[in-house]
């Protein structure tokens, strides 16, 4: 069996200071370990209005969010995945500061948090949610990082 190929590139649409190695190589780690032997995954980085709009636009939800993810295309019998992260780095600062964390341990946090949902996980009932947690746990690890998630965050109808 050949080795995965993971094609991540980050589109930055906004204007904070980022790690963009830690979170291309967590990504890929993440698609590794599901199996997925191929995969292109954009990560676009945005501020809140745009994502506000995008959350709307795809999603008929208005207001703004911390991760919004999209399978594209998805082949099971190459193992193929195609998707897209839309994250909003002004989420992830004002959340850092309200539970004392950095932007960009929260930024991955949501980067995590959406791979999980384009290799098929969701959170949509608290069974799910606890095992989406578990993982997130397990990914923040691998970085050194504590997971901060707040049972206090605001829910969301969907990712």
Do not use: C
């Not at 069996?1 to 906004?14: G, L, R």
């Not at 995969?39 to 994502?51: N, R, Y």
Request: charged letters at 25%; zero cysteines.
């Amino acid at each position: 069996m050949s080795e995965p190929t993971h094609k991540i590139e980050i589109a930055d649409e906004q204007s904070l200071p980022f790690d963009g190695t830690r979170l291309v190589s967590t990504v890929a780690q993440i698609l590794s370990d599901h199996n997925l032997n191929q995969s292109e995954i954009s990560i676009a980085l945005v501020d809140d209005p745009a994502i506000r709009v995008i959350n709307q636009q795809y999603l008929d939800h208005d207001y703004e969010t911390d991760v919004i993810s999209f399978v594209l295309d998805f082949d099971e019998s190459t193992s193929r995945l195609t998707g897209q992260l839309v994250v909003s780095t002004d989420t992830a600062k004002n959340m850092a500061k309200q539970i004392g964390g950095t932007m960009e341990d929260e930024l991955l946090l949501y980067v995590i948090h959406g791979t999980l949902h384009l290799v098929g996980f969701d959170d949509k009932d608290q069974e799910s949610a606890t095992e989406m947690r578990a993982r997130e746990r397990h990914y923040l690890s691998l970085n050194g990082v504590e997971h901060r998630w707040q049972a206090t965050k605001p829910a969301r109808e969907s990712y």
